[in-house]
């Protein structure tokens, strides 16, 4: 069993910037696959980011340009570093650990308002 905890959330205004971090317990970290995944209100859970345990990153057309995805295996550490913040980027963020199972963190909070 991985725990996976995410750290960083809070309140920003708009245009600002935050940065998420996630920390797994695992001592194979780089051998997984890691994923940032976002869920507002009234709304389903939705891919933002990813990176493989070869450091290719993927995201979601609506964060490309303002988020970026990176990984710090010797801390088994994954970091979500979100740049021009804007109100529909409200939600609760969760950490996602994905090899042969899948593991989720509880999520923190991210609101974006004036």
Not at 31 to 39: F, G, I, T
Not at 43 to 49: D, G, M
Not at 77 to 84: A, D, G, R
Request: glycine content about 12%; hydrophobic content about 30%; some cysteine.
């Amino acid at each position: 069993q991985v725990q996976v905890v995410e750290f960083g959330g809070g309140l920003v205004q708009p245009g600002g910037s935050l940065r998420l971090s996630c920390v797994a317990s695992t001592s194979i970290f780089r051998l997984y696959h890691m994923d940032w995944y976002r869920q507002a209100p009234g709304k389903q859970r939705e891919l933002v980011a990813g990176i493989t345990s070869g450091g290719s990153t993927n995201y979601a057309d609506s964060v490309k340009g303002r988020f970026t995805i990176s990984r710090d295996n010797a801390k088994n550490t994954v970091y979500l570093q979100m740049n021009s913040l804007k109100p529909e980027d409200t939600a609760v963020y969760y950490c996602n650990v994905r090899g042969e199972s899948r593991y989720w963190g509880q999520g923190t909070q991210v609101t974006v308002s004036s």
